[in-house]
């Protein structure tokens, strides 16, 4: 893994939430002292890298390896720039593109501070239930809560476990011989069930301006079916530079017209092109979304090489459980009675139907997958055919599979894992707080057992 250190930072004793814009603590790998020692050495720097990080500091020496520097770069300082951050390709982006070999367009973070620095800006905290499932201390489950809620955070997923874990020698021994990685040990469920829980939006035209609103309003139902609205300025503003469909648009790649092997760089390129010349009725309106947590159906993850930087072959199987799609149906519905209730009737078009919204999103390049003509008409074909993803993908190196209760790795001395990948679902509105959480909960018993297994009078 040491190799894969291309940045970090080191804590001594120190928390990074500083206010005093002091970033002295970033350094680059390639300046470091070849030897050099830590009392923790934390690979990722992500939602739970760096609460993990900023807790263990306080009383031990910590080497946190991390993505690009988020600070100075407006994409990720700013809140309303989500979109600029997923969209922006370049070398320095804090976000790298995948596609899933679904077809789904999905986002890694590679930036301090991890998906966190690409997020909309949505915090809760995980129900009893999740956290009784857990086997959370309740108590320091709140107390962590409390710390990440205080903390000044720079505003994850750095869900990569399954690769890292791979590319160090530890995962399905067949997979790792085949990319010649010497095994170091035989541990055949790293990368398997995978999960991303599936979201599908509809847009809907607004003859008037609406308020801005970057998913800030979450309905729930009794069956765990999420139903969200994104709206306003991202779509309705129309200045020359900014004309798009916001966290939906194109340049995300949740939007193409060409069909599914037509759908390269150049066609998304020209998609956006596109947009331009759209009339300024088209964007003026919102998506309503919904999306399902905890999706039965699963998938795995596959190293593609063995360069670290290379996205693995990342498969989800939207749908493939016949439960899931029921529930992306009564979503649709809900989608659907709300759109017709009487307080949405001013922003929408009267003579625009359900099937008619339906058909403008069904044609519209939300993902690469083949679209088919009745995805207006049956909503089963409506949900597979404009799957996309919430960027809430987890699992891959789970709880009694990967690792044990205490994060550690099975089999392996002082190797701990703690991220989203070790949840066997993930958090309905946003698992942010919660990976955070995990981060600073984890930190607390750590240093609690190095504590207790600190000989009296030894240094
Ligand atoms: C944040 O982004 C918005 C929209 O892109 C822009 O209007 C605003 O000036 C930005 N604020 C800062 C502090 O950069
Ligand atoms: C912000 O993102 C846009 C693309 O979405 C990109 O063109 C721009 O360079 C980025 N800004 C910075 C400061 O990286
Ligand atoms: C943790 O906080 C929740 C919500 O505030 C509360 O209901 C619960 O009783 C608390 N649990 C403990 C053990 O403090
Ligand atoms: C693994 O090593 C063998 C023998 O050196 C080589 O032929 C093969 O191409 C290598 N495979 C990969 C995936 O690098
Ligand atoms: C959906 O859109 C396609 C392409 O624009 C069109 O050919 C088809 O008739 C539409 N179907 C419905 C039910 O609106
Ligand atoms: C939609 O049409 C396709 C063929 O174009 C068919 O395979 C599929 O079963 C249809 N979906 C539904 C839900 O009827």
Known sequence: MVAALSALLILHGYCFARRDRDFSFMHQATRAPMVSYYDYIIVGGGTAGCALAATLSQSSSVLLERGGSPFGNPNTTNLSAFGAALSDLSRKSPSQRFVSEDGVINARARVLGGGSALNAGFSSRAGSEFIANAGWEAKLVNESYRWVERMVVFHPPLRQCPQLLMLSGLGPEKHLEAHNISVVLDLPLVGQRMSDNPMN???????????????????????????????????????????????????????????????????????????????????????????????????????????????????????????????????????????????????????????????????????????????????????????????????????????????????????????????????????????????????????????????????
């Open 201 to 459: 939006a509809v847009f809907v035209p607004s003859p008037r301006p609406v308020e801005v609103s970057l998913i800030q309003v979450v309905g729930i139902t009794h069956n765990r079916i999420y139903i969200e609205g994104a709206s306003g300025e991202n779509f309705a503003r129309e200045t020359k530079r900014t004309r798009d469909f916001g966290m939906f648009s194109p340049k995300i790649g949740h939007l193409s017209t060409s069909p599914p092997k037509q759908r390269t760089k150049e066609a998304l390129n020209r998609a956006k092109e596109a947009m331009r010349f759209l009339p300024r009725s088209a964007f003026l309106g919102g998506f309503i979304l919904e999306k399902i947590m905890g999706p039965l159906s699963s998938g795995h993850l596959e190293l593609r090489s063995t360069n670290s930087n290379h996205n693995p072959a990342v498969t989800f199987n939207y749908f493939q459980d016949p439960g899931d799609l029921e529930k992306c149906v009564e979503g649709i519905k809900i989608i659907e009675k709300v759109i017709e209730s009487r307080s949405f009737s001013r922003f929408r078009y009267n003579h625009l139907p359900i099937t008619t919204l339906l058909n403008m999103t069904a044609n519209s390049p939300v993902n690469l997958l083949p679209k088919h003509a009745n995805a207006s008409r049956s909503f089963e074909q409506f949900c597979r055919d404009t799957v996309t993803t919430i960027w809430h993908y987890h699992g891959g190196c789970q709880v009694d599979k990967v690792v044990d209760h205490d994060y550690k790795v099975i089999g392996v001395d002082s190797l701990q894992v703690i991220d989203g990948s070790t949840f066997d679902y993930s958090l309905g509105t946003n698992p942010q707080a919660t990976v955070m959480m995990l981060g600073s909960y984890m930190g607390v018993k750590m240093l609690h057992e190095r504590s207790a297994n600190m000989i009296p009078d030894s240094n």
